[in-house]
């Protein structure tokens, strides 16, 4: 058995909110996300909580587990309970709660739209696909991983104190375009990164990097911003 302790919030009743803790029968092979739902197939349907692909890919189950930002999917119970049988789930931090583990991700989308996610491009459309050399593909390749979980912009301290803050996510799709040999938007997604809310207000305490559950080296990613900003924008911009 182990014991889930969760943060509770149900905004028809803000004065409840607080922590609730749930016995369930565990495996060490289970995944947390299975056992909130069976918390809430057998022992509260209220319990509000969002997934859909369970395979680590949608990226919608992001949450602060014992600590840290991950998604329920991907953590083993065995990785949980080696040091205490009660794991501790909490809404990330960052975003308003909307209910349970439910957090509003529109602060973090908007700022995911900001950055144009996707291929700028002039002229004609080619006739065939747009030709890239493996060399020019791999320059980006690490920053492709990225499924917009939010587990990296919600563990940024500096992005907590002032949501007007980019944050690391909006970075790192911004540096997949940036550093396409195909893409032609680079010059104005660097200019939006230039500015009062964007690269230069990382800090760099790797809470993203450790935060990203596909492994993205997602404070360097912005450290490679940051230097084509300050020494090869040329080199970039197409
Ligand atoms: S449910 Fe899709 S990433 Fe976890």
Redesign the pocket.
């Known amino acids: 058995m182990g014991t889930l302790k969760i943060r509770r919030f149900n905004p028809e009743d803000p004065g409840k909110a607080g922590w609730a803790s749930f016995e369930v029968p565990c495996l060490p092979t289970d995944r947390l996300?299975n056992l909130l739902t069976y918390v809430k197939g057998y022992l509260d349907g209220t319990l509000t909580f969002r997934?859909?692909?369970?395979?680590?890919?949608?990226?919608?189950?992001a949450m602060v587990i014992n600590g840290v930002n991950r998604?329920?999917?991907k953590v083993l119970m065995r990785d949980m309970l080696h040091k205490n049988t009660t794991v501790t789930i909490a809404p990330l931090r960052g975003l308003p709660v909307e209910k349970d583990l439910v957090v509003d991700m529109e602060p973090f989308f908007s700022a995911y739209r900001q950055i144009k996610p996707f291929l700028m491009t002039s002229g004609q459309e080619p006739t065939r696909e747009r030709i890239q050399s493996q060399a020019d593909r791999a320059r980006y390749d690490d920053t492709t991983k990225c499924i917009p979980c939010a587990c990296c912009t919600e563990s940024c301290p500096v992005y907590w104190a002032d949501g007007s803050y980019f944050g690391p996510d909006a970075i790192v799709n911004a540096h997949r375009f940036i550093f396409d040999s195909r893409d032609e938007g680079a010059g104005e997604r660097m200019d939006i990164l230039n500015g009062i809310d964007g690269v230069w207000r990382c800090r760099t305490t790797f809470n993203c990097t450790i935060a990203c559950p596909r492994g993205i080296k997602v404070t360097q990613a912005i450290t490679e911003v940051k230097r084509a900003l300050l020494f090869n924008r040329k080199a970039v911009v197409r």
């Not at 997934?51 to 189950?61: F, L, Y």
């Open positions: 996300l997934r859909s692909c369970a395979h680590g890919v949608c990226g919608s189950d998604l329920a999917c």
